[in-house]
């Protein structure tokens, strides 16, 4: 789902107030942690993902892999915290992108 300006936006307000739910350390980006953040984003469709100073990953990296092998959007990168939306295939989950659709 390509995004717009305005969606980005609504996004961006909405992930304001948000804990990060994954962590990125030492150990990288594995297979399981992709897994975990793909469930993650099946549940509730925007999530942060922030990045430990002990990691050799850089933000730009991660954001490159989440959207390829998850084709989930990276709506907002600051620093070592990425932002990431994509809509549940789920539509009891479909809360954040029901809101998207209408923008």
């Given at each position: 789902?390509?995004?717009?300006?305005?969606?980005?936006?609504?996004?961006?307000?909405?992930?304001?107030?948000?804990?990060?739910?994954?962590?990125?350390?030492?150990?990288?980006?594995?297979?399981?942690?992709?897994?975990?953040i793909?469930?993650?984003?099946?549940?509730?469709?925007?999530i942060?993902v922030?990045?430990?100073?002990?990691?050799?990953?850089?933000?730009?990296?991660?954001?490159?892999?989440?959207?390829?092998?998850?084709?989930?959007?990276?709506?907002?990168?600051?620093?070592?915290?990425?932002?990431?939306?994509?809509?549940?295939?789920?539509?009891?989950?479909?809360?954040?992108?029901?809101?998207?659709?209408?923008?």
């Open positions: 789902m390509k995004l717009r300006g305005k969606q980005k936006s609504f996004l961006r307000s909405e992930a304001h107030h948000l804990n990060p739910v994954v962590q990125i350390g030492k150990s990288g980006l594995s297979e399981t942690l992709l897994d975990q793909d469930e993650c984003l099946e549940r509730r469709e925007l942060k922030s990045l430990l100073q002990n990691t050799e990953e850089t933000a730009k990296d991660v954001a490159e892999v989440i959207e390829e092998t998850l084709h989930a959007d990276v709506v907002q990168m600051i620093g070592r915290v990425l932002v990431v939306f994509r809509p549940s295939s789920k539509e009891k989950y479909q809360r954040v992108s029901q809101q998207v659709r209408v923008l």
